[in-house]
């Protein structure tokens, strides 16, 4: 039997992978622990390494839980952190294996400070290589690279492991009596107190996935990496029966949660036929309200009717672009923006908010592209919420590959120090003006916004854009200050915005959607200034 600790460094203790390993070898006659070193995304301005502290308690637990083997779920931006951890394990001589994104990308750069990675699904696999390990037989399986094997004819060879089967893998361990977390002083065991600490919204929400992969495979996300490794096969999910059965049980032994959030990365893709029979048990066995993620081109008036009823409050939906010569041509993402308002319309009447997703700081944007983004969100039904995030060159992806030809790469969001959130000074960014209207354009009347897009390189708009920020701000600290603090407040606020959706759009009288003048570049670059 091999004593194991996992650990995960995101920036709260959800850690999906790392719950589920450790059902799969809690199962298989292994004992696991599980360390959650929770941490902000790093910036290039701030850092959030371990402290002094922690590292001796994470050294102090090897000791005593007798841990032979740490497995480490690792980002690229947890890359320096899991390399600092991996050090104090490898000097106790512990087993040290890593998976998750980097990994997977980057095996030789992770082999470098591990006995081996993970490059692919582990579910069928891990407890197999635990046992091999502990009596000392070939740890050569699927999905495993050892130091000294080239993992490029690892993948040649066929020697990868992929879960199809998404029914037969067990539900993830939240048991908190065998988890410890980070406290900055030393490392804790963890209490549901605990856990509800450290998770946004109390912990109340509970995370699902009911599928992995994506439909799309746009250049600059990982699932670029996927498809152009395995192609529409990676796409799987699980039978509804399944997903709504973790739910029952997880409400037993999580009384507190009062929602759902379902973390594909679009739920609406797939059959009606699925979607039809999981509302049915959800309404029948769960009946909470949930969000989702979801890509318009599979979206529309009966599939939002049948998830509004059972409960679906708020989604979040990748824009990225209004521009469509950035959308096709750079972000290989194929979506209309005709499509994308009458989705937004049909969220509105149904009640559900909004969160649209935007990236800026591209160093092949032009003016032009972020002005056909600042159009769409003109057009936009309010109310709605906007996250713009520094587009970050990620290793293993087509658009990282692009930005190493074309030598761009120093001038973006780098994917190890600053990823989605661009702080270097040296960095591309876009311009201070346009920036400041696409965050704050949720929080400003559309007559505003309009007016401001027109005439963004005047005088008057440039002293105009910080101070629509300093409201921007002000709402956001609200906001942020309900969902880590006050659920209660974030649920009143999103009832109250659902409200205020339905009747805007009364109003309006459902006249039909609004004109885009949407002119799209195709070549030219403007003064950034």
């Not at 692919?120 to 399986?141: I, K, N, Q, S």
């Not at 009640?351 to 003109?378: C, H, M, Q, R, S």
Request: glycine content about 6%; charged content about 25%.
């Amino acid at each position: 039997m091999a004593n194991v600790l996992l650990v995960c460094f995101d920036n709260q203790a959800y850690g999906p992978s790392i719950r589920v390993l450790s059902a799969i070898a809690g199962g298989g006659g292994h004992q696991v622990w599980m360390l959650f070193l929770h941490k902000p995304t790093p910036t290039y301005i701030s850092r959030y390494p371990e402290t002094p502290a922690e590292l001796a308690g994470f050294e102090r637990l090897l000791d005593e839980l007798d841990i032979g083997v740490v497995g480490l779920t690792v980002m690229t931006h947890e890359f320096a952190r899991a390399v600092e951890v991996s050090k104090r394990a490898r000097k106790k001589e512990r087993h040290v294996l890593w998976g998750g994104i980097h990994p997977t990308v980057r095996p030789l750069e992770c082999l470098e400070h591990a006995d081996a990675v993970c490059i692919a699904d582990a579910e069928g696999v891990f407890v197999p290589y635990l046992d091999a390990l502990d009596a000392g037989g070939d740890r050569r399986l699927p999905s495993f690279v050892l130091r000294g094997e080239d993992p490029e004819e690892v993948r040649r060879s066929g020697r990868i492991y992929i879960e199809y089967e998404l029914d037969s893998v067990p539900f993830p361990d939240y048991e908190v009596e065998h988890c410890f977390f980070g406290a900055g002083h030393d490392v804790l065991p963890m209490t549901w107190d605990d856990y509800k600490r450290l998770n946004t919204w109390e912990g109340s929400y509970y995370r699902l996935l009911t599928s992995r992969g994506c439909m799309y495979h746009c250049s600059y996300c990982m699932n670029n990496f996927f498809w152009r490794c395995y192609g529409e096969s990676y796409l799987r999910r699980r039978s509804p029966g399944n997903c709504i059965e973790e739910l029952v049980q997880v409400r037993e032994k999580m009384p507190f949660i009062r929602g759902v959030n379902i973390q594909d990365d679009s739920f609406f893709m797939g059959s009606d036929e699925w979607l039809d029979e999981f509302i049915g048990l959800y309404k029948a066995r769960v009946n909470l309200p949930f969000v989702c993620r979801l890509i318009p081109k599979y979206t529309d008036r009966r599939r939002l009717a049948l998830l509004a009823d059972a409960g679906l409050l708020h989604v979040e939906v990748g824009l990225q672009t209004g521009s469509r010569r950035m959308a096709h041509a750079v972000f290989e993402r194929f979506q209309e923006n005709e499509n994308f308002l009458e989705v937004d319309a049909l969220l509105s009447e149904y009640g559900v908010t909004k969160t649209y997703d935007t990236l800026v700081d591209n160093v092949y944007e032009t003016p032009e592209d972020i002005l056909a983004t600042i159009d769409v969100l003109t057009a936009l039904k309010r109310p709605f919420y906007i996250g713009a995030y520094s587009l970050t060159p990620f290793p293993g992806t087509e658009y990282y590959d692009k930005v190493v030809a074309d030598g761009l790469l120093e001038k973006m969001a780098d994917a190890y120090n600053s990823p989605l959130y661009a702080t270097d000074p040296d960095q591309y960014y876009t311009p201070k003006t346009l920036r400041r209207l696409i965050e704050a354009s949720p929080y400003i009347p559309t007559r505003v916004l309009r007016y401001c897009r027109n005439r963004w390189r005047s005088n008057l708009v440039r002293w105009l854009a910080p101070r629509l920020m300093s409201w921007r701000n002000l709402v956001m600290r609200v906001i942020n200050w309900g969902r880590n603090s006050a659920p209660w407040f974030l649920q009143l606020g999103l009832k109250w915005a659902s409200f205020w959706g339905r009747l805007r759009l009364r109003r309006a009288g459902k006249s039909g959607m609004p004109e885009l003048a949407l002119k799209q570049p195709v070549s030219g670059r403007e003064e950034r200034e």
